[in-house]
Structure formats: C-alpha cells, structure tokens
C-alpha cells in the first residue's frame, strides 16, 4: 500500500504503541505518536489524544492512512468510546485498522471483543492483533513485578495453568508488518511466544535469574478479586480475575506459529526474555521503591 500518509500510533508511550512506532519509524514511515500529553518520541510527530476527549480526535487523525489502536485501559466498556472514534477515523480517510486485543476476548466477547467484532465492517483492511499475556508484566510496575521485588512472589488464581507468555517486542514486529504489508491480513492473530508455562515455571526462571527466591502462590478466584478491587475498578478486577480462573482451566495453554509466519523470525522465549530485561527491570525497580528485595 502506499505509504506517503501517516500511520497514526494511539497509546505510544505504552508496552506496544512504543515500540510499534520506533518499529514504524526505523522503517522509514511517517508516524503520529499519540498519547493524552502529546510526548515527544524521537522521528514521530506528538500529537495529543484522549480517548475520553473527542476535540482531541480531528487532529491525530489529521493525514493519517493508518492506525493502531490501543483501547483504553481499565475501562471495561471500551466500544463505547472506541467505536465512535473509529467512525470518524474511516470517514476521514483511514484505511487500515490494526486493533490491539488479546488472546483471552474472542470477537463478539467482552470489553474489547465488541470492537474488534466491528472493526471489519468499518475498513476494507484490518487486522486484530490477539497477544498472550506479556513477558513485560514481570518488569517495571507492573502488579507481578512490584511483588516479585517487594516479596518474592508471584500471585495468581491461574492454579497450575500455562500461559505462552510473548515478548512485547514480538507484538510489535507483528504490528509493523500487519500496518505496512502491501496485503492487510483482514483476519485477527493470536500471538504467542514458542512455550507455555505455569507460573510455577516463571517463578523457577526469575529465581534462577535473580539468584534470589521467588515462588508462586496460588489464590483463589475471591481472593484474586479482593487483591485487584484494591487497585483498580471492581468489574476490571472480577474481569481479571475471571481470566485467571480460565488459564487454570487450560484456555491458554497454547503455542502458535503467527509470530514467525508473519515476520520471519521466531518469537523469543522466556527464560531469553528473563536474561535479557528481567535483572534490568528489578534494578530499574529498586531505584523507585526501598522495599525491595
């Protein structure tokens, strides 16, 4: 396709819009990065983007041939500020869609399930990128790092459930190549990395790493609730939980080959990923938080 307009990013300063549009730019692309204080991200013009704000919605979608889209987070009704906006971005001349989602919400499920059961009746090209759970919440602050640092443990309701955690490097490789093939996939991608492990696995990896004991203990259903209600909205926290609940019973315990198929590459394992960031990441930790281990 060509590639003289823009490919809008929405959320470029998260786990994947970052990278995605570093990805897009080191490509050669023309990039919007968009995020609700319009920072400046090296090669991309910054624009500013709220999806609870349409006036900011004309102008990140001023010249834009493409878009990323990176629902909001914690909201567990994102359709209802996603759809209005994704009308707006085809009648301004957007033609390919490229819907961040994940493994656990098929089309037509809930949440972002409802957006990406639209997306194709809105654009002639499209694609649903469906991620695994990230390996990067096991860094930075993210609720299995900060415990991993401040306790040595990994709370989960998943039970002896595997997961084929992927990189978000790998997501964004999939994201480039699906926003700028000359062919769109109009089709959604369920992502993962080469493995799946329990968390009693990933304890095991980040304490062979870490040369310090982490372990992974099991909560139940109720007791995941309780944990999440303390730190975001109650029905994000049930909906959370309840994604635990279906990893215990088997739902993600899978591999696929998209990552490889799509970019040519295969994706990158854990105990790689664990090796690479997973010390770094508890060192960035440290210097934020006096508690940790």
Not at 50 to 64: E, H, K, N
Not at 94 to 121: F, K, N, Y
Not at 240 to 250: K, P, R, Y
Not at 272 to 280: D, G, N, V
């Amino acid at each position: 396709m060509s590639v003289t307009g823009a490919t809008l990013v929405i959320g470029a300063t998260g786990t994947t819009g970052s990278r995605t549009a570093t990805g897009l730019i080191t490509a050669g692309h023309r990039v919007r990065a968009a995020s609700r204080r319009a920072a400046r991200l090296p090669g991309a013009e910054p624009v500013r983007f709220d999806w609870y704000d349409p006036a900011t919605f004309g102008d990140a979608l001023a010249g834009a041939e493409r878009v990323y889209l990176v629902p909001p987070v914690g909201d567990p009704d994102p359709a209802a500020v996603m759809l209005p906006f994704l009308r707006r971005a085809r009648a301004a001349g957007v033609q390919r869609a490229v819907l961040l989602s994940s493994s656990a919400i098929p089309e037509g499920g809930p949440g972002v399930g409802a957006v990406h059961q639209a997306l194709r009746g809105l654009f002639g090209q499209w694609a649903v990128l469906r991620p695994s759970w990230f390996m990067q919440n096991f860094t930075g602050a993210h609720l299995h790092a900060r415990s991993i640092r401040e306790d040595g443990v990994i709370l989960t309701a998943t039970g002896a459930g595997r997961v084929a955690f992927v990189d978000a490097d790998d997501i964004a490789a999939v994201a480039v190549r699906t926003l700028t093939d000359d062919r769109a996939p109009n089709a959604d991608l369920l992502l993962t990395g080469p493995e799946a492990l329990s968390y009693d696995d990933i304890a095991t990896i980040v304490t062979e790493t870490l040369a310090r004991p982490v372990v992974h203990r099991r909560l139940t259903y109720e007791q995941m609730c309780d944990r999440l209600t303390a730190q975001m909205p109650q029905e994000f926290a049930a909906m959370l939980a309840g994604m635990d609940h279906t990893i215990a019973q088997g739902a993600e315990d899978r591999t696929t080959d998209t990552v490889q198929r799509v970019t040519g590459r295969p994706p990158r394992g854990f105990r790689a990923f664990a090796e690479r960031e997973l010390t770094r990441g508890q060192a960035n930790g440290r210097a934020h938080d006096s508690r940790a281990v």
